[in-house]
């Protein structure tokens, strides 16, 4: 069973990957196969819709990298922990959000509720 | 129904409440009644549990007052919002921390879960 750290840091990886098998084989370590990710404009249920949403994002930002920005909470079975991304000479727009997850009982996440806490300016 | 807007703002209300029949009245209209709260020290399920948890807070810190500190970001049954009390001359340890909330399918709170910002210094 992975510990937190590794998931979040699984996490991050997963959405920086762009190679699809490799990605697909972050996701399964990352989120329990019936996991979720929601947001204001995103809302994928399982490996699949989770790795085509991600590979979306990618596709409509190329060569930006997320990179966890805060500490990591944990709780009980809930987690809290901050990202950026961009902000870059490369990647000039950014972005920054503070996501929350619940973790399955093997640990892995079952469930992320992202939340914005940065957006470019016009 | 209630807003979220007015479901938060009742939710401050209710951490503010020493009026035990006022507080348990306001716990209602914000929790739905298995509604629960968890943060790494207190897990409180139902309304009577919550009303109990309340009322060991402001016993242990009387005169301290809950208040809203951000904006309130919801999407689908999602809510975050931050708080803070304390800081000032009569009440003068500062805590603050963001909550995490999902909502029932009547508006009301099902979940929240507390993450912590600050404490006090030493």
């Known amino acids: 069973m992975s510990t937190v750290n590794e998931i979040v840091a699984n996490y991050i990886a997963a959405w920086n990957e762009t190679d699809g098998s490799r990605r697909r084989d972050i996701i399964a370590r990352t989120w329990s196969d019936d996991g979720s990710y929601l947001d204001s404009h995103r809302d994928s249920t399982g490996h699949a819709a989770i790795d085509a949403m991600i590979a979306a994002v990618q596709e409509r930002f190329p060569g930006y990298?997320?990179?966890l920005c805060s500490g990591?909470?944990?709780h009980h079975d809930r987690v809290r922990f901050s990202w950026s991304a961009g902000g870059t000479d490369t990647?000039?727009?950014f972005f920054?959000?503070?996501d929350f997850a619940m973790l399955a009982s093997d640990g892995r996440f079952r469930m992320v509720t992202g939340f914005t806490d940065a957006v470019p300016s016009a």
Do not use: D, M, Q, S
Request: charged letters at 25%.
């Open 91 to 93: 990647a000039p727009l």
């Open 96 to 98: 920054a959000g503070t």
């Open 65 to 67: 990298r997320f990179r």
């Open 72 to 74: 990591i909470e944990a």
